[in-house]
């Protein structure tokens, strides 16, 4: 049987996300377990994708609702250092919550030849979603690393996570549980 091929979808562990202008305690709380998770994807030669907010600035619809955040070429729209971004993980810059919208992030899947996307970063109800949303729609199959994800309120974070599960048939699993899947 063919096994499913998995990607690991990274959002938004920007520095504007986590410590500058929408800066969250609950996405710095989960950087540890989000670091422990890449490296693990790393070793198992599973690839990284960061999907980066990069807006241009004065210009993107997001302000409206968020202000100006991670514009590209910024300090703020760079990944937190702690993540520590390697040469073989993939960037796919984005201008809106999805993941997906307008970038080349679909391309870069069926080129890796991915049918599983490994969800994690900021904000569950947000970002998180509207890339699942997409995801689910073009036909991939969905985790959510559940303690590698976060939103500004723990509410926010369980609504996010059970919409996931409901609507789109994700899969919750920890950290630790999709470890031990690639060490196996
Ligand atoms: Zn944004």
């Not at 096994?3 to 990274?10: F, G, M, S």
């Not at 500004?152 to 899969?171: R, S």
């Amino acid at each position: 049987m063919k096994e499913n091929k998995t990607a690991i979808l990274v959002v938004d562990m920007l520095n504007d996300f986590v410590t500058g202008a929408l800066k969250c305690d609950r996405g710095l709380a989960i950087v540890p377990k989000t670091a422990e998770l890449l490296q693990g994807a790393r070793r198992a030669n599973v690839p990284v994708i960061f999907c980066n907010d990069a807006h241009l600035k004065g210009i993107d619809r997001e302000f409206e609702v968020w202000g100006e955040h991670a514009i590209a070429g910024t300090k703020g729209a760079e990944v937190i250092p702690e993540l520590g971004l390697c040469k073989k993980d993939y960037v796919v810059p984005k201008r809106r919550y999805s993941g997906f919208f307008h970038t080349d992030l679909d391309l870069l899947l069926r080129e890796l030849g991915v049918d599983t996307v490994v969800l994690t970063g900021l904000h569950a109800h947000m970002c998180v979603r509207h890339t699942a949303a997409d995801a689910f729609q073009l036909g991939y199959h969905i985790v959510v690393a559940t303690d590698a994800t976060d939103s500004f309120t723990e509410e926010d974070y369980l609504y996010g996570i059970k919409y996931l599960h409901d609507v789109y048939g994700a899969k919750l699993s920890t950290v630790d549980d999709l470890l031990k899947e690639w060490e196996k």
